[in-house]
């Protein structure tokens, strides 16, 4: 699914400084992934090759597939090696995969945040949640997560889908 604010989340990342962004919305998520990059690691292409290849070797092809599967997300960001980012936070890096949460997660929203939207708001703050829903499902084996966690997270992301008019019927225990 093509995301309407694709040309967006590639402009963004060219640009040297806030006072260069041609809109409030470019400052915004300039400024707020500059912020992101310092406090969290984001890995290249081939570095999560590195930490999938495990017993078979990855390609960038196979990363695509990833994507399109929606088991993993990237966002865009301009490094020496690449124009594409990984969130670190989606790679139990001890067992060398993805972590299966983040694609119950994916799923349901079908490429409708994409790009930096998803990583803020996976690492956004929820009272609800005493934490960031990536902050929560880490600190907690997703088999002994109690009834009313799941329960948070399904209804964050309903009200997500709900900011976008879907039918959210369907949302009910995908997740867990």
Same mark, same amino acid.
């Not at 084996?141 to 799941?150: E, F, H, N, Q, V």
């Given at each position: 699914?093509?995301c309407?604010?694709?040309?967006?989340?590639?402009?963004?990342?060219?640009?040297?400084?806030?006072?260069?962004?041609?809109?409030?919305?470019?400052?915004?998520?300039?400024?707020?992934?500059?912020?992101?990059i310092?406090?969290?690691?984001?890995?290249?292409?081939?570095?999560?090759?590195?930490? #999938?290849?495990?017993?078979?070797?990855l390609?960038?092809? $196979? =990363? @695509?597939?990833?994507? !399109? +599967?929606?088991?993993?997300?990237?966002?865009?960001?301009?490094?020496?090696?690449?124009?594409?980012g990984?969130?670190?936070?989606?790679?139990d890096l001890?067992?060398?995969?993805?972590?299966?949460?983040i694609?119950?997660?994916?799923?349901?929203?079908?490429?409708?945040?994409?790009?930096?939207? #998803?990583?803020?708001?996976?690492?956004?703050?929820?009272? $609800? =949640? @005493?934490g960031?829903? !990536? +902050?929560?499902?880490?600190?907690a084996?997703?088999?002994?997560?109690?009834?009313?966690?799941?329960s948070?997270?399904?209804?964050?992301?309903?009200?997500?889908?709900?900011?976008?008019?879907?039918?959210?019927?369907?949302?009910?225990n995908?997740?867990?």
């Open positions: 699914m093509y309407e604010y694709e040309n967006f989340f590639t402009e963004v990342p060219h640009l040297e400084n806030p006072t260069e962004a041609p809109t409030k919305q470019h400052e915004i998520y300039f400024n707020e992934s500059q912020m992101y310092k406090k969290k690691p984001i890995f290249t292409p081939s570095e999560v090759i590195g930490c #999938l290849s495990n017993n078979y070797k390609t960038h092809f $196979d =990363l @695509n597939r990833m994507e !399109i +599967e929606l088991k993993l997300f990237s966002v865009t960001y301009l490094s020496e090696k690449s124009n594409i990984y969130p670190a936070f989606q790679f001890q067992a060398g995969i993805t972590k299966p949460v694609s119950s997660i994916l799923k349901p929203l079908n490429g409708m945040y994409k790009n930096w939207d #998803l990583a803020f708001w996976l690492n956004s703050y929820f009272h $609800d =949640l @005493n960031s829903i !990536i +902050e929560v499902l880490d600190s084996s997703l088999k002994s997560l109690d009834s009313s966690l799941s948070e997270v399904e209804i964050l992301i309903q009200q997500a889908l709900r900011e976008r008019n879907v039918d959210t019927e369907d949302v009910t995908i997740l867990f």
